[in-house]
């Protein structure tokens, strides 16, 4: 099983919502990940858990909130939102955070805030 | 600095044509280097890589990929596109002590029947 799967596919939330992502892995991955994508754009790192603990949060906004409550789950959780937090939003989980090891991507969440 | 760069935003190629996506990259420190592709609507999906040994790399549905270090490319071709190859490509570089994914900002290959 090589897959990363999110759910859900799409998501469409108001401002003043609180949802949550989902993605879940079972390759015995021990380094996670959240990456925001805009149209037309690379994916952006926002974070990076590495053993269940968070290892690097790139300047994300507090709106913004990663769980890992185990080794093959990591959560995004969202509350109050902007319209231009909108992206698609994947997840990808790699062996370990050594530079050698591929990085494996999930299909993401695409998320509207209205 | 560190950084990679993809020089063509967009590349129509006909069907049945070779391709070749270029990347390019500035380090000055040891690089993993790695092609990924995204369909549309899509997550991202690994081509080929390049962490050791042969500079010549062959990865997934016919691509290949040479790494050249006096030159600090990748270039990902093809010797036959075919219409299902209609995708956004991606360079990415993992430099030696940073451990972050870096991406270039993208090529989309667009197959002309």
């Known amino acids: 099983d090589t897959e990363v799967t999110q759910t859900p596919k799409h998501l469409v939330m108001g401002m003043t919502n609180k949802k949550s992502l989902k993605c879940e892995q079972h390759?015995?991955?021990?380094?996670m990940y959240w990456y925001k994508q805009k149209a037309k754009k690379p994916p952006e790192l926002m974070f990076v858990y590495s053993y269940e603990k968070l290892s690097i949060n790139e300047s994300v906004p507090s709106r913004f909130s990663p769980e890992c409550p185990n080794s093959s789950l990591l959560n995004l959780h969202l509350h109050a939102l902007q319209p231009e937090d909108s992206a698609l939003y994947l997840c990808?989980?790699?062996?370990?955070?050594?530079?050698?090891?591929?990085?494996?991507f999930g299909q993401g969440t695409r998320l509207t805030v209205v | 600095a560190q950084s990679v760069t993809q020089l063509d935003s967009q590349v129509p190629v006909f069907e049945e044509a070779p391709v070749e996506l270029r990347c390019n990259y500035s380090s000055s420190v040891s690089v993993y280097l790695f092609w990924y592709v995204q369909y549309p609507n899509q997550g991202l999906q690994l081509l080929l890589k390049?962490?050791?040994?042969?500079?010549l790399v062959k990865g997934i549905n016919g691509f290949e990929a040479e790494f050249n270090k006096s030159q600090t490319s990748f270039h990902l071709r093809k010797p036959s596109v075919h219409i299902s190859d209609t995708a956004e490509y991606f360079c990415?570089?993992?430099?030696?002590?940073?451990?972050?994914?870096?991406f270039g900002t993208g090529t989309r290959l667009t197959i002309i029947p």
């Open positions: 390759m015995g991955h021990r380094a």
């Open positions: 990808a989980s790699s062996q370990d955070r050594t530079a050698n090891t591929e990085a494996f």
């Open positions: 990415a570089v993992i430099f030696f002590g940073n451990e972050k994914l870096t």
């Open positions: 390049y962490l050791s040994g042969s500079t």
